[in-house]
């Protein structure tokens, strides 16, 4: 995303809550949703010693996950200096670095990817996962969570905020290719976020729901070969 877009996180915020106002619930709620889907999936006892946050904007993911795995050393990566220095203020127990700086902060375990892909031309994407790719260390996993281009909310949404207008979101089918494409073994596909507020009581159908390919977001879980 443009550097202007972060000139001021709190701007940022707004227009983001502009679009998600229409689930009747705000960015905690959907941050908390995809990290717990996300630690739900992953093998008993695993725990990541570092953890990418790619593409992470005003950090606020990078620092819910420094709180949910405190012993890992958590690392946000963005195109945008003003959104990095909103999150440093912000979210102290994370690291934060620019995104040409990728190559030079070692391999991780873990990175997660939100809202990022769809900001990227569909040609350039597999660049994009190549690099995710690189940073991984042999055995890592990759949590990518993308808006779903097969549900209708997700559209309605994404056109209610500024920076997201003009954004290109994918199918679950080109999510999973993508990241096949790029070598990564023991891809996973779910969705998720079904029932806005007013449909709350409905949510405990959820996770039966997340095989089905039609959840406002897609989530990608898959694994770097190698490692033991």
């Known amino acids: 995303m443009g550097e202007d877009l972060f000139a001021r996180g709190d701007e940022y915020d707004a227009m983001l809550a502009t679009g998600i106002r229409l689930s009747g619930e705000e960015k905690p709620f959907f941050i908390e949703g995809r990290l717990t889907s996300l630690f739900r999936a992953l093998p008993a006892g695993w ?3 570092r953890i990418l946050d790619f593409g992470c904007g005003t950090g ?5 996950l420094a709180a949910r795995v405190p012993e890992a050393e958590v690392v946000g990566v963005d195109v945008s200096a003003p959104a990095l220095a909103f999150a440093r203020t912000r979210h ?5 670095a620019e995104l040409a700086e990728l190559p030079t902060l070692g391999a991780f375990d873990l990175c997660y990817v939100n809202g990022v892909l769809h900001h990227v031309e569909p040609a350039r994407r597999p660049e994009t996962m190549a690099a995710i790719f690189a940073a991984l260390a042999p055995g890592g996993r990759l949590a990518l969570f993308e808006n779903n ?3 209708p ?3 309605m949404v994404m056109r ?3 920076f ?3 954004a290109v979101p994918m199918s679950p089918r080109e999510a999973r290719r993508l990241v096949k494409d790029a070598g990564f073994a023991d891809v996973e596909l779910r969705s998720l976020f079904y029932f806005p507020r007013p449909l709350a009581a409905l949510r405990f159908l959820e996770p039966a729901l997340g095989r089905l390919p039609l959840g406002a977001q897609i989530q990608v879980l898959a694994t770097k070969p190698g490692g033991r």
């Open 60 to 64: 606020d993911t990078a620092g819910a």
């Open 160 to 162: 209610r905020i500024p």
């Open 47 to 49: 725990r990541p010693r």
């Open 153 to 155: 909310g997700a559209w």
């Open 92 to 96: 102290p127990a994370a690291r934060f």
């Open 164 to 166: 997201d207008r003009d």
């Open 149 to 151: 281009a097969w549900n």
